[in-house]
């Protein structure tokens, strides 16, 4: 499709679990939680430069929003999500992502520009990390990651791994 913006202002799609409009040209995204039992949102592969809601998603549990435009990241609108992908954006910064203490996975890849700090400490229930790409300079794994399955950071800048990384 060729959608370039779209707005739940007057929707009554109450019961609307799974909302895909990947692969379009959205650029302004509003209302979106209007859309109250939305539990699976792909808005991936669009022009999304900023989301952000006027009440927080509390069923959404997964959020494709790989491939747009996004300059930051707001956990509060999100606070149940389990699994979260920004893969290939423009982030420059996470906000509150210590919120979502039920994220299993988490993925950041490739982002444009001058690229993205990452506080693992706020990914510390995380089950799978995927931060490839990116220029991470260091891990900080003081806090222990003990639901952690898999973790990907490859072509970052890392030049060694803490000390403790093996505990």
């Known amino acids: 499709n060729s959608l370039n913006s779209l707005d739940f202002r007057w929707s009554k799609l109450q019961r ?12 302004q995204l509003e209302n979106l939680e209007s859309l109250i039992g939305l539990i699976h949102a792909n808005l991936a592969h669009n022009c999304i430069e ?8 509390r069923r959404l549990r997964i959020l494709r929003l790989s491939e747009n435009k996004l300059g930051s990241f707001h956990a ?23 919120i979502l203490t039920r ?6 890849r490739d982002q444009e520009g001058e690229g993205i700090a990452i506080d693992m400490t706020e990914f510390v229930n995380s089950r799978k990390l995927y931060l490839s790409g990116n220029p991470i300079h260091a891990l900080d794994f003081e806090m222990g990651f003990y639901r952690l399955e898999y973790l990907e ?11 403790e990384f093996s505990t």
Do not use: W
Not at 50 to 57: V, Y
Not at 80 to 96: A, C, I, P, V
Not at 153 to 163: D, H, Q, T, V, Y
């Open 16 to 27: 609307l679990e799974f909302l895909n409009v990947s692969h379009n040209k959205i650029e």
């Open 153 to 163: 950071i490859c072509a970052g800048c890392l030049s060694e791994l803490p000390i």
């Open 50 to 57: 900023d989301i952000s809601l006027m009440q927080p998603l």
């Open 103 to 108: 994220l299993e996975n988490f993925s950041a």
């Open 76 to 98: 509060d609108s999100f606070p149940g999500l389990r699994t979260l992908y920004l893969d290939d954006n423009r982030l420059q910064s996470l906000e509150n992502c210590q």
